[in-house]
């Protein structure tokens, strides 16, 4: 029992430094200068980030690419983030037809079911038609990780379609 209690924690605390880590991604271009006292100019304090506003954001999963078989969501997400509680994700996908083949979206229950595309304890949050027209939208209502994958084929387009992603949304900071 402690070994897995020592697991969840090392998992919950490697997630935080990871969220916040991609939280601060551009604060290497003002270390130079960076001065507590001196918040005047055009330095770091006057740059916001392209998710950070005052408002909640809603966000096509994939940008143009949609939600499709190939595409790495990992990479997107951690170039795309940091996301907020609130924001909104689009998920966005053909119907399935003769030319495509059928997409859903899962939200798994834990990192070692998101690690292995473990679709047994998943809840389905978008069925194969879903993702039509203007999508469906799922939004970040609570601090947590949240682990999103295709289930379609048993979980082949999680596995080797790279069709999964995770993201732990920050408390939104107004100034």
């Avoid at 998920?91 to 079911?113: C, G, R």
């Avoid at 998943?122 to 993702?131: F, L, M, Q, W």
């Avoid at 999103?148 to 387009?157: L, M, Q, R, V």
Wanted: proline share 5%; with cysteine; glycine share 10%.
């Amino acid at each position: 029992m402690a070994m897995k209690c020592g697991g969840a924690l090392f998992v919950v605390v490697a997630m935080s430094i990871f969220a916040i880590a991609v939280a601060n991604k551009d604060w290497s271009t003002v270390a130079g200068n960076w001065n507590p006292w001196n918040h005047t100019g055009g330095d770091f304090w006057d740059y916001p980030h392209k998710n950070c506003y005052e408002r909640s954001n809603r966000i096509v999963v994939g940008g143009s690419e949609n939600w499709h078989y190939g595409f790495n969501y990992t990479d997107w997400a951690m170039k795309n983030g940091p996301f907020y509680l609130n924001d909104t994700l689009v998920f966005k996908y053909a119907p399935p037809n003769e030319s495509t083949f059928p997409h859903s979206v899962y939200l798994l229950p834990d990192f070692w079911s998101f690690q292995n595309c473990d679709l047994k304890r998943a809840r389905k949050i978008g069925e194969v038609t879903s993702g039509g027209g203007q999508g469906f939208e799922f939004v970040l209502k609570r601090w947590q990780p949240y682990y999103f994958a295709c289930g379609e084929h048993k979980g082949i387009h999680c596995k080797d379609g790279l069709m999964k992603f995770t993201v732990w949304p920050l408390i939104r900071w107004y100034h």
